[in-house]
């Protein structure tokens, strides 16, 4: 079995500072990791993923996440955010073998102020 | 990337009837679907896994006869909430993985609100 821990439901923060989100995750076996944004009333959007080889990941839009093996971690951050980046964020992960079901984060609203 | 519509996005119903949720990929075809159902301020429990040509398999508490999962195409699944009740509101969700080989990525639709009075 795995599971998914976001330690922080919310995260306020001002325009143009930089933020992390962080996501913990346990599992027995190879994982995949994925972050997701959902804005309001809307599905779910793919940011960026982790499947194998270099542990930092990048996303179009300025995001970046690094697979931590030794921490469990699979921390999102990005340098300076916009207005446009608040949403919602679900830290997910699935299991490399069979590579199905994914099992999500409580997820962590980014609310960023003006 | 590939494209998962769902319909309607927004339904309303009257206690008692029953709502058809579908679930179509739009570009690729997906022997498997999924269907979550968020709450909330929460995050997204799946209910059950749809698999074309059988039936499908449904999470611990998730009653079948109550949420009917139909999935009769490679591209098209389809959620019917029978017998809606105000506690069955929620916003679901489905999910398909392209058939074609992007197996480690799964596309969501954009879900669907439904509010039952």
């Known amino acids: 079995a795995q599971s998914v821990t976001q330690l922080d439901s919310q995260v306020p923060v001002f325009e143009e500072a930089p933020v992390e989100l962080r996501c913990n995750y346990s599992?027995?076996?190879?994982?995949?990791l994925f972050w997701y944004v959902q804005y309001p009333n809307q599905g779910l959007q793919l940011l960026l993923k982790?499947?194998?080889?270099?542990?930092l990941v990048e996303s179009i839009n300025g995001f970046e996440a690094e697979f931590n093996k030794s921490q469990t971690s699979f921390h999102l951050r990005k340098p300076s955010v916009h207005i446009s980046d608040t949403a919602e964020y679900f830290c997910?992960?699935?299991?490399?073998?069979?590579?199905?079901?994914?099992?999500f984060g409580s997820g962590t609203q980014l609310t960023v102020l003006p | 990337g590939a494209v998962v519509s769902q319909h309607p996005s927004r339904v309303i119903c009257k206690s008692g009837t029953s709502v058809k949720i579908e679930c179509r990929s739009l570009?690729?075809?997906?022997?498997?679907m999924f269907w979550y159902r968020q709450f909330p301020k929460q995050s997204l429990m799946l209910m059950a896994t749809?698999?074309?040509?059988?039936?499908?398999?449904?999470e611990q508490g998730v009653e079948k006869d109550k949420f009917l999962i139909n999935h009769a195409s490679l591209t098209l699944s389809t959620l019917t909430v029978t017998s809606a009740h105000p506690e069955d509101s929620s916003f679901y969700i489905c999910?398909?993985?392209?058939?074609?080989?992007?197996?480690?990525?799964?596309?969501f639709g954009q879900g669907t609100r439904l509010t039952v009075v």
């Open positions: 999910s398909a993985r392209d058939r074609g080989g992007r197996t480690t990525e799964a596309f």
């Open positions: 599992s027995s076996v190879s994982v995949y």
């Open positions: 982790y499947l194998s080889g270099s542990t």
């Open positions: 997910a992960v699935s299991h490399s073998g069979s590579a199905r079901q994914l099992t």
């Open positions: 570009d690729f075809q997906a022997t498997t």
């Open positions: 749809s698999n074309e040509g059988s039936k499908a398999t449904y």
